[in-house]
């Protein structure tokens, strides 16, 4: 009786484990800020994403309720231009980081639903490849920063 009560307690203890490995966050997100540009211009979302996990995790898509659409874009210069293409997905290493900053990759934010104001925060919801999903919080810095604490 005791033996079979014990390995009830351990199947309960182990279900809640795993219960609780799913919902916690795939990656830690610092520094995150988004360069407002004014007008109809497209903002840029920046962050230094870390995995803390032992396997992959791979972004794939993220959205925002303050823009109309959001995409992974990689910016790269050649002969003094410079361009950005998009990118279908974002691999950020097991117990590594990627940084997503001004001159690489970022999230461009497209048609602001309202005008983004300078010290605010937006939150935009990134998208893994598992399915899973995760809610950052951004801060709105002026078009002149170059980082989240100037
Ligand atoms: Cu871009």
Request: hydrophobic share 45%; glycine share 8%; aromatic share 4%.
């Amino acid at each position: 009786m005791i033996t079979r009560l014990a390995l009830l307690a351990l199947a309960a203890w182990t279900t809640t484990g795993l219960a609780h490995a799913g919902v916690s966050a795939p990656l830690q997100v610092h520094d995150a800020w988004i360069r407002v540009l004014p007008g109809a211009l497209p903002n840029a979302g920046y962050a230094n994403l870390t995995n803390p996990g032992n396997h992959e995790v791979k972004l794939v898509a993220a959205r925002s309720n303050a823009y109309a659409k959001v995409m992974l874009h990689e910016s790269s210069e050649s002969g003094g231009i410079s361009r950005m293409h998009a990118v279908d997905h974002l691999s950020v290493p097991a117990h590594g980081s990627v940084r997503l900053a001004p001159g690489g990759y970022h999230l461009m934010l497209m048609h602001a639903v309202h005008p983004v104001k300078v010290g605010s925060r937006v939150t935009i919801t990134l998208r893994f490849a598992d399915g899973r999903t995760q809610d950052a919080s951004f801060l709105a810095r002026p078009a002149n920063a170059s980082g989240v604490n100037d």
